[in-house]
């Protein structure tokens, strides 16, 4: 990918950026990517190691709600 970048390409970058942030951003920009990316890497492997797996789920069988009107539910079959 960036195999076609020769030294002259990667100056005209670097100068664009500074060009673009200032030379007092361009470090702060670099600290706070470097400390997501930490911070990432960080929260993936927390998560790895504290989540347990999920428990297997069992189909739910359908009920009838209970009659309000008092006296016996009905029932389909006898």
Do not use: N, Y
Request: hydrophobic share 35%.
């Amino acid at each position: 990918m960036f195999g076609d970048l020769s030294f002259a390409h990667i100056l005209i970058l670097l100068l664009v950026l500074v060009l673009v942030f200032g030379a007092k951003r361009i470090p702060e920009i670099g600290s706070s990517i470097g400390q997501g990316i930490k911070e990432f890497k960080r929260s993936l492997k927390d998560a790895d190691v504290t989540s347990p797996p999920p428990p297997p789920t069992e189909p739910r069988s359908f009920q009838q709600p209970a009659s309000t009107s008092g006296g016996e539910p009905k029932r389909l079959s006898e």
